[in-house]
């Protein structure tokens, strides 16, 4: 597989994405609000980062829930809740930290 590594960052008003490299890397050193894409799309081809809230459908329960796309040492991989990101899942970006600071 051929994943392409990406980033985008938070300016503080608004997301910038990794086509704007220069902006990038002026602000990179501000760790909080560099974001890496995951590899991933979302059920509806949205892109996901960490730093996404994503929201999905529980099987047992059937209510939706909702979390944050975090890096996870222990799984060495992007997680959430303790947990790798099961792409079993339909997930949907529904938003991020950022710009979207509601659970």
Do not use: P
Request: glycine share 8%; aromatic share 12%.
């Amino acid at each position: 597989m051929n994943r392409k590594i990406k980033f985008r960052f938070w300016s503080g008003q608004k997301m910038i994405a990794n086509e704007n490299m220069d902006l990038l890397i002026k602000n990179a050193n501000n760790e909080k609000a560099l974001m890496q894409f995951t590899g991933l799309k979302d059920k509806n081809g949205v892109e996901i980062y960490e730093g996404d809230r994503v929201q999905w459908i529980n099987g047992d329960t059937k209510q939706k829930e909702n979390a944050i796309v975090e890096w996870d040492d222990e799984f060495a991989g992007f997680g959430f809740q303790s947990h790798c990101l099961d792409w079993n899942h339909e997930l949907t970006v529904i938003g991020n930290i950022y710009d979207n600071s509601e659970s």
